[in-house]
């Protein structure tokens, strides 16, 4: 049994859903598979997975939903827009301020519902498509993003909240120069 932190796969497949907010676990354990990682605007962008099933969640973060046909998570950056350097190398562009993980099925379906000829490497823009040969944890939140074989050691991190900046920010002498004078000792 998992622990209540781990999402278990008990929604019946004939009712996919989106799971958002806090009934969102702070970790999903994803069978093996290839999946796209990035920004799900990318390969979603006019679906109705994302305009219509996500959008009626009110774009909430996190974001979890199943179906027969594969899996979709999402979770909020730190800063919103950019790109975003992987453990891998890969800079992860993001568009709509969120990184997901999609199984390469449930686009392949989107696709192929639209009558595209397209296949899921033509639509992945600045994501990137990463195959896993056994399950793997997906820990999302606080602006990291992390994969984890089911040992714990990690297969790919992506770390949005650039901390190097923060503590510049503290330690910048022209951020003084912007505070107000009769507020110091």
Request: net charge negative; aromatic share 10%; hydrophobic share 30%.
């Amino acid at each position: 049994m998992a622990s209540p932190a781990t999402f278990e796969w008990n929604i019946p497949l004939t009712n996919a859903k989106m799971i958002t907010g806090k009934d969102v676990p702070e970790e999903i354990i994803v069978p093996a598979g290839t999946y796209y990682i990035g920004d799900p605007c990318y390969p979603l962008g006019d679906s109705p997975l994302y305009e219509d099933v996500w959008a009626d969640a009110v774009y909430a973060t996190p974001a979890v939903y199943r179906s027969a046909k594969g899996i979709l998570f999402i979770d909020s950056t730190a800063y919103g827009d950019g790109a975003y350097k992987g453990s891998d190398g890969h800079e992860y562009g993001v568009d709509a301020g969120v990184l997901s993980i999609i199984s390469k099925e449930l686009i392949q379906e989107w696709l192929t519902s639209q009558g595209s000829s397209a296949q899921v490497e033509d639509t992945i823009a600045s994501g990137k498509l990463h195959t896993f040969l056994h399950p793997v944890r997906c820990i999302f939140g606080d602006g990291e993003f992390e994969i984890q074989d089911m040992k714990g050691n990690d297969l790919l991190r992506i770390n949005t909240r650039d901390e190097d900046d923060e503590d510049q920010d503290q330690d910048d002498p022209e951020s003084e120069e912007m505070e107000d004078p009769e507020t110091r000792s």
